[in-house]
Every structure is written in structure tokens, then in C-alpha cells.
């Protein structure tokens, strides 16, 4: 439980470590508040609690814990979009029978048994590992469970945001800290077109809307160069676009995998 704990509070703190914080005007701040009010009015409701058991094997033991992650239901299938990196992280672990080079060994835990805690709704939902798209970091959950399934966020309303612009990430504190929707404000900084086309970005992590509610997508981050500096590997976080999560979702639903690749 203390494991489980710590999880959901860096969970939660996530955003608080993006790099570049974004600091408002009083003028802006007035029109954020507004935007919040839009915001959280249009999708609180599709961020939601997933908790999960991740397995890890190494030196013949297997070790099970419990963890939690945000989602984002997604359009009106009951398809659950996650971050891949907090359901099933890789690590360099010290191995002595390794045959890299380094003595290390990749380990990478599993996941599996998941729920999905929605607000307004006593019991969880239970959910199926459905598909990921490794290059983005994404990975997609079916939601099991009598109708109606919470609605998603719309994938078909156009949004595009732009260099220079502020949008509004949104996510959801643990449930035993109340659930509530909470909110941050971000920045774009530019289009990049390595690892994949897209807008860098600096704020949270998560879903990305407009000032006027729009969802415009989801913010990544990814290891843009593995090697990066003294070893550490240099990240960007990334916005991946409405236009592209409709099209990568769509194949995830027609996708019919159950397990985790």
C-alpha cells in the first residue's frame, strides 16, 4: 500500500516536473480562468484513474506490485488512452550474466489486471490492454462493462494549435485525495519533425485543450536522443496532434489485441 501510495503521489506531481514553467500575466491569467471554467466544464469527466499490477522477472524471481496511471477516455467506444512509459517502464538494471557490454540488463515490468475509476461512479470499470504505438509512447485500454461507458473527449472537432499559443492540460488528483480535476497552463514552442511531426512543447503532461475547450491533443515525452548527455538520455515533451490520436485510435479499435507486445 505505501508502494501504491508513492506511485499515485508522483503520479499526480507529474505535470509539476515538466521543464519550462509557464508564467502568466495578469490579463492572461483572467482569460485562463475562463478557460479553465470551459476546460474542465467539457472533459473532466474523461480523465480518469487506472490502476494496475505490474510485473517484473529478473534473477529467476518474479515480483508483482500495484500502480496507478491517468487516462483519457477517448471518443465514444470506451477506448482509455495512457501514457505506455507508466504502464510497462524499461530500465537498466545491473546484470553480471548480461552480454551487453556495460553489465546491464533491459528490464522491462508488464502490466496487467487493470481498473479504471471514473468519476461519479462507485466501482471501477475493469479494462483489457488493447494496442500501443511504440514511436509515440501511447498505449490504448478497452473498457469492459455494462452501457453506458463514460464518454470520451472528440476526436472529430478540429484543433490546431500553433506556435506561440497557450493551451490548458488537464488531469485528475488520486481518488483518495478527492478526485478533483486540476489544470496547468502550457506553451508551444515550435514544430519539430524528429522523432515524429510535431509541436514541442513545455507544461504537463496529458490531454491539451484550447481556451474555448477544444481537445487539441496529448502531450508526450519522449527520448528524442537515447544517448543524450553523460549517459542521460535527452528529452522533449511533444504534442501529439487531434488529427493523429483519431487516426492511431481508430486503428487500435480495429486492432483486436488483447495482451501487451
Known sequence: MKRTARVA??????????????????????????????????????????RFVQTSEFGGQTR????????LVVGADGLVL???????????VFDPEASSGDGTALLRLAASDFRVFV?????????????????????????EGTPPLPRGVDLERPCELRPGQRFVGLWRLPARQGGAPTTAPGFVGGRTAAPFPSLSVSGPIGPAFAFDGRFCGYVVTIDV?????????????LLVDVETLARLT????????????
Not at 82 to 92: A, H, I, K, N, S
Not at 119 to 143: H, M, T, V
Open 250 to 261: 481508430a486503428r487500435a479499435a480495429g486492432s483486436g489485441r488483447a495482451t501487451p507486445r
Open 119 to 143: 468519476s461519479g461512479r462507485a466501482e471501477p470499470l475493469a479494462a483489457r490492454y488493447l494496442s500501443r504505438d511504440g514511436d509515440r509512447g501511447l498505449a490504448w485500454l478497452q473498457l
Open 9 to 50: 503521489r508522483w503520479i499526480t506531481s507529474l505535470a509539476l516536473l515538466a521543464p519550462g514553467p509557464t508564467v502568466l500575466g495578469a490579463a492572461e491569467s483572467a482569460d485562463f480562468e475562463r478557460a479553465v471554467a470551459a476546460v474542465t466544464g467539457e472533459a473532466a469527466h474523461a480523465v480518469v484513474e487506472v
Open 225 to 237: 536522443d537515447p544517448q543524450g548527455v553523460g549517459g542521460r538520455p535527452w528529452q522533449e515533451n
Open 82 to 92: 495512457v501514457p505506455e512509459r507508466q504502464l510497462q517502464p524499461e530500465f537498466r
Open 64 to 71: 508483482r506490485q500495484d500502480s496507478v496511471a491517468l487516462g
